[in-house]
Nanobody, 114 residues
Framework: QVQLVESGGGLVQAGGSLRLSCAAS????????MGWYRQAPGKERELVAT???????NYANSVKDRFTISRDNAKNTVYLQMNSLKPEDTAVYYC????????WGQGTQVTVSS
């Protein structure tokens, strides 16, 4: 059974940092595209960042130069380092895994206060 478990969310002031983690089980982690999406209240879920099995990375324009995605295949974990956080980054952040069909975690809340 596939499980994606996020951690690391919380409340932070604008300009602060958070590091999200997503531990995966039930998949051959190294063969999956991994990523992060987010959904703010009243808005659609949107891409934040993805990283392929080969290490190619894609970021949303809104987070480029502030967020860094990485993966540790030995630990079956993908990370999202978020720096210079802004109130508009407030959302539920979802871990994402894709090989043939997308898999989602339950989400972790990130709240950035002004």
């Amino acid at each position: 059974q596939v499980q994606l478990v996020e951690s690391g969310g919380g409340l932070v002031q604008a300009g602060g940092s958070l590091r999200l983690s997503c531990a995966a089980s039930g998949i051959i982690f190294s063969s999956y595209v991994m990523g992060w999406y987010r959904q703010a209240p009243g808005k659609e879920r949107e891409l934040v960042a993805t990283i392929t099995s080969g290490g190619s990375i894609n970021y949303a324009n809104s987070v480029k130069d502030r967020f860094t995605i990485s993966r540790d295949n030995a630990k079956n974990t993908v990370y999202l380092q978020m720096n210079s956080l802004k109130p508009e980054d407030t959302a539920v952040y979802y871990c994402y895994a894709l090989k043939f069909t997308p898999r989602w975690g339950q989400g972790t809340q990130v709240t950035v206060s002004s």
